[in-house]
């Protein structure tokens, strides 16, 4: 697999000749200067089209970037107001597309403050008509860690000792399963991770982005810190 490809510019060339595409976006970690990036790293592609019907009716057109290996959802689909495909291809980096009506583009650019998926960062890939060259300048700080007023903070504490009563409970009835949602899925994924986030908040200032479900966290925390998290999760054995 060629992960090298820059497929922004390939995206970019094909909609030049395609007439029902007027406007696109490259957005998130590849727009943003201060984000991770790496060749694993997603294209997120916005596109702004006159019909969504030829985008609905099959996958047909992503045959300019290279063989299929899966796609998500399997069958093009209405996902609110925008086709969603996520593409990986046999010998090109992963693509998520959002296709969204020419309408969408317009609401972006009248939108204020600027809409929290672009505030992170964009690039514009495509801009026949001239609109999205109105859109307002990002300031990258859409998904930083956010201080929390007393009560939000009391009721995370609260919240945290609630729900660890599940896991012992799950334990005592040997229901693995259930143990593991309980620990996993809410115990450190709702209450401790946002605990940490806040701590790196307080730290730097509110200026820290744990990214998507934390998964910048270990690049963000000292060893001694990281060894202590990574103490707290359990395996298979009660």
Request: hydrophobic fraction near 40%.
């Amino acid at each position: 697999m060629d992960l090298t490809r820059d497929m922004a510019k390939e995206v970019a060339d094909w909609a030049t000749g395609v007439g029902n595409v007027r406007g696109g976006l490259l957005t998130s970690s590849r727009a943003n200067p201060n984000a991770y990036v790496d060749t694993l790293s997603d294209f997120d592609i916005e596109l702004f089209v006159v019909s969504l019907d030829p985008f609905l009716r099959d996958d047909h057109w992503m045959a300019a970037f290279g063989n299929i290996i899966v796609r998500d959802p399997h069958l093009p689909e209405m996902s609110g107001n925008f086709i969603e495909r996520r593409v990986i291809f046999e010998n090109a980096p992963r693509i998520d597309f959002a296709i969204q009506l020419v309408e969408e583009m317009r609401n972006y650019v009248d939108e204020e403050p600027l809409h929290e998926s672009l505030d992170t960062g964009y690039v514009v890939l495509i801009d026949k008509d001239g609109v999205l060259a109105n859109l307002g300048t990002p300031s990258y700080t859409a998904w930083r860690t956010h201080k929390p007023s007393k009560e939000e903070y009391a009721k995370l504490v609260h919240q945290f000792w609630w729900e660890i009563t599940y896991v012992a409970k799950a334990l005592c009835r040997d229901e693995f399963y259930l143990a593991k949602h309980e620990l996993d899925g809410s115990i450190h994924h709702k209450y401790l991770r946002t605990a940490i986030a806040w701590y790196l908040g307080v730290r730097d200032d509110w200026k820290t982005n744990i990214g998507m479900h934390g998964k910048y966290l270990k690049r963000l925390v000292d060893d001694r810190l990281w060894e202590e998290i990574e103490a707290v999760f359990a395996g298979a054995d009660r």
